[in-house]
């Protein structure tokens, strides 16, 4: 048997039909009021979760975006190192064909001054010249 049936029938004889009636039709709206807040809380559900939904794609494109953002970084940075270390392996090259060129360089000056400071010991000491001639055969 119904609920409102029920009270109906009990209310009936205290009360009368219409205040039987009018009782059980108070009852009826105040459930409809609260099965349509139940409706409301659905809806209201429903609705949270399409947000959710939302703010879960939202956060996924922009980690997506980050993490792009981040691999372009990473890779200008690679690059920009190995720009930088062709350019100190082009430098070290330069560097080491200026200092063999100064060592050469400086090996025949010093050769040069060497044999300028053996000259200048043979034309100052008659003994070196003496020594010289002995062993050359030049002068007898």
Excluded: C
Aim: charged residues 30%.
């Amino acid at each position: 048997m119904n609920l409102a049936v029920a009270v109906y029938e009990k209310l009936k004889p205290k009360i009368g039909e219409d205040g039987a009636n009018a009782i059980v039709d108070y009852v009826d709206s105040k459930i409809e009021e609260t099965a349509v807040t139940k409706l409301d809380l659905m809806t209201v559900e429903n609705n949270l979760g399409t947000e959710i939904q939302k703010v879960e794609n939202n956060l996924g494109v922009e980690i997506h975006n980050l993490r792009t953002e981040i691999q372009r970084v990473e890779n200008k940075l690679e690059a920009e190192i190995q720009q930088l270390r062709t350019e100190m392996s082009s430098m070290e090259s330069r560097l080491k064909a200026e200092i063999e060129i100064k060592i050469k360089d400086i090996e025949w000056k010093m050769k040069a001054y060497f044999l300028a400071l053996v000259t200048l010991m043979v034309i100052t000491n008659p003994k070196v010249l003496d020594i010289l001639a002995r062993l050359l055969g030049i002068i007898k």
